[in-house]
């Protein structure tokens, strides 16, 4: 769907299956909206979508692929529920506007790199069930401790 009064687009998602890359580059992309069932988000799915500002990740999504929002500049939150399991690298990497990060108990490990220079970065709550982080996971975060 596109606004005709300034020529941005959302997308309603009713695919159980979307393949690697589907959306990079989507440069007028803001709103998405992905199915209840998706259980996967896969690598570099929306990878610099620069002007995308809101994704709802649904309740039974499990793991979110290699740079799948990486360069997403305009994203302020990502919604991590406690049933998502696994985060690959790069996945959030080179936000501008992301203020709070919040790792739920349910990933155990933050890959390398996972959120690499989200320069606005001012609050991160990492829950206890979290047993690793990787080198680099928040390198470039500066606004962070």
């Not at 979110?64 to 790069?90: D, M, T």
């Not at 829950?127 to 080198?135: A, C, L, M, N, W």
């Amino acid at each position: 769907m596109k606004d005709e009064t300034n020529g941005d687009s959302s997308v309603g998602i009713r695919s159980l299956s979307l393949g690697v890359s589907a959306f990079n580059h989507c440069s007028n992309l803001c709103y998405v909206e992905l199915p209840e069932n998706l259980l996967r988000i896969d690598e570099r799915l929306f990878y610099s979508c620069e002007k995308l500002v809101s994704v709802d990740i649904p309740q039974r999504t499990e793991e979110i692929g290699e740079s799948a929002f990486e360069g997403c500049k305009s994203l302020e939150f990502i919604g991590l529920h406690n049933g998502i399991k696994i985060i690959r690298e790069g996945c959030f990497q080179f936000w501008d506007k992301l203020k709070i990060i919040i790792i739920p108990k349910s990933i155990k490990t933050i890959p390398i790199r996972a959120f690499r220079s989200c320069i606005s970065a001012t609050s991160l709550l990492i829950q206890e069930g979290v047993t690793e982080i990787e080198k680099e996971a928040f390198t470039g975060c500066k606004k962070l401790g």
